[in-house]
T-cell receptor, first 115, second 117 residues
Framework: EADIYQTPRYLVIGTGKKITLECSQTMGHDKMYWYQQDPGMELHLIHYSYGVNSTEKGDLSSESTVSRIRTEHFPLTLESARPSHTSQYLC??????????????FGEGSRLTVL | AQKITQTQPGMFVQEKEAVTLDCTYDTSDPSYGLFWYKQPSSGEMIFLIYQGSYDQQNATEGRYSLNFQKARKSANLVISASQLGDSAMYFCAMSPGVKAAGNKLTFGGGTRVLVKP
């Protein structure tokens, strides 16, 4: 069982509020990712990190920002939430090294609703 | 750029029967990995099976097998002896490079499977 945790699981918030979605993993993985998923749709990579102080934007443009100050922690922040940000946000990590398949371990997701 | 196509938006399958979920991919990379994930209604993503582009044999994991046809660029998932708990969304994904060489996964649109008792 993967040890990657996301909080909150569900968040309903008003327009203009600042929100931070937390993601932590206890597996010591260097690589971490944030995916955005609308209900019943595919996942889109919005941010990734290959280690501390390393962050990159993903394939889908996002107004959110991320930070990676500690290996185990990869929070996502929206400075001013809007209804268009309503979605599920999935955090993932992966193990280093050629011995692994490269599978991603996912958290349970954070479902954000902006009113 | 990599692209994954899943043409079946939804499927019904009878309990205890086998079901095949289609996945085709497009990439110019000679080296890539193919994955299948299951997403129940609770929302988490569960890794099912992996196939590397250089693997000669089709991958199998319990009731899951991956029918890899490299020339046709397809990586279909076969679930044998379906169970009610198999009802979920299933996503095909690929990564640049094999194994841990490239972890940024590109996902398809998913197929919803509903197992009937």
């Amino acid at each position: 069982e993967a040890d990657i945790y996301q909080t909150p699981r569900y968040l309903v918030i008003g327009t203009g509020k600042k929100i931070t979605l937390e993601c932590s993993q206890t597996m010591g993985h260097d690589k971490m990712y944030w995916y955005q998923q609308d209900p019943g749709m595919e996942l889109h990579l919005i941010h990734y990190s290959y280690g501390v102080n390393s962050t990159e934007k993903g394939d889908l443009s996002s107004e959110s920002t991320v930070s990676r100050i500690r290996t185990e922690h990869f929070p996502l922040t929206l400075e001013s939430a809007r209804p268009s940000h309503t979605s599920q946000y999935l955090c993932a990590s992966s193990a280093p090294g050629q011995g692994n398949t490269g599978e991603l371990f996912f958290g349970e997701g954070s479902r954000l609703t902006v009113l | 750029a990599q692209k994954i196509t899943q043409t079946q938006p939804g499927m019904f399958v009878q309990e205890k029967e086998a079901v095949t979920l289609d996945c085709t991919y497009d990439t110019s990379d000679p080296s890539y990995g193919l994955f299948w994930y299951k997403q129940p209604s609770s929302g988490e993503m569960i890794f099912l099976i992996y196939q590397g582009s250089y693997d000669q044999q089709n991958a199998t994991e319990g009731r899951y097998s991956l029918n890899f046809q490299k020339a046709r660029k397809s990586a279909n998932l076969v679930i044998s002896a379906s169970q009610l708990g198999d009802s979920a969304m299933y996503f095909c994904a690929m990564s640049p490079g094999v194994k841990a060489a490239g972890n940024k996964l590109t996902f398809g649109g998913g197929t919803r499977v509903l197992v009937k008792p």
